[in-house]
């Protein structure tokens, strides 16, 4: 893509605003517009960064990153004010997502499953969405597209950003398994009557797993409660679940929740995806290596930056 310079987007702006005039508080912007520099412009010339893009998403697995701004792709309402994601910082973020996300999916479900699985467009947002207080860094529409946010505060050298980066992929992935194949219906009945689905943040995370929900946000619905129980555990480890779960689950009948939510899930990865969730037979799970995963990334990255 060719750089623009300061001097002819200055011309350009000012040509437009000589041929509308002054713009009145009753002038709509149309979100579409193509606004030179942002990437958007038709007939782009292709960067190292599409080439790169192509030759380890398109070619392998048929998927399209879209980090060049389009409003109708990137913007749910036009009340969010999002910003385009920087090119530096998208090869570095694909090659962690690829590392942490893909090649754990691969090892215990094979290629396939993830050519087949997976989302065939993955598209790129700067920054975040902010959504009932909180910092939304995804979601999924239906199988077809994951739109990732906040792509401009990734750190590869932090455990904790990755973690938080993959939480939401998983977590939205996970509703892309379980809208292709539906998961037990007996599942919603071990916390039949305790859902919040409009008053789930008055609760803490806490409060929710004496409750026997492994996160506030489960509590919303069996839908979340179900892919937040794969997410969460793949994410942040069984050792977390042990510990910080079900140690502050503390009476038995969420403990007997949690526990039974955990057997759900591992049977239905194994049964519907054959995905290992936990080691068996010698053989490492997918919750091992995504924590693996994680840990190479940030050894890599910590030695690159000293």
């Not at 980090?67 to 530096?88: F, G, H, I, N």
């Not at 938080?164 to 916390?191: G, P």
Request: one cysteine or more; a negative charge; proline letters at 4%.
């Amino acid at each position: 893509m060719k750089t623009i310079r300061h001097s002819f987007l200055f011309l350009w702006i000012a040509a437009a605003a000589l041929a509308g005039g002054a713009c009145s508080e009753d002038d709509k912007v149309d979100p579409n517009i193509d606004i030179p520099g942002l990437g958007g412009e038709t007939g782009a010339v292709q960067t190292a960064t599409d080439r790169w893009l192509y030759e380890n998403y398109v070619v392998p697995y048929n998927i399209e990153v879209q980090y060049r701004w389009d409003a109708s792709d990137m913007q749910s309402s036009p009340e969010k004010q999002l910003t385009p994601v920087e090119e530096s910082f998208v090869v570095p973020f694909m090659q962690v997502m690829h590392a942490v996300w893909f090649n754990p999916y691969e090892q215990t479900a094979g290629e396939n499953f993830v050519r087949e699985v997976t989302p065939k467009k993955v598209v790129l947002v700067g920054s975040p969405e902010y959504e009932f207080g909180s910092i939304k860094l995804g979601q999924a529409e239906g199988g077809r597209k994951i739109l990732l946010l906040n792509v401009n505060g990734f750190d590869p050298s932090s455990a904790a950003n990755i973690k938080r980066f993959l939480h939401t992929i998983e977590h939205e992935f996970a509703h892309i398994m379980h809208q292709t194949v539906l998961f037990d219906k007996t599942y919603e009945t071990i916390s039949a009557g305790l859902y919040s689905p409009t008053n789930w943040t008055s609760f803490s995370d806490q409060d929710a797993r004496g409750m026997g929900f492994i996160t506030n946000y489960a509590m919303s619905g069996k839908d979340e409660d179900f892919v937040e129980m794969i997410s969460m555990i793949m994410v942040y480890g069984r050792e977390w679940f042990e510990n910080t779960v079900i140690g502050e689950a503390r009476n038995a009948t969420a403990v007997a929740a949690l526990r039974k939510k955990e057997a759900m899930v591992v049977e239905y990865l194994k049964s519907v995806w054959d995905i290992r969730f936990y080691d068996e037979g010698g053989r490492k799970g997918i919750v091992t290596l995504v924590q693996e995963a994680i840990d190479q990334v940030v050894k890599e990255n910590t030695v690159n930056n000293d």
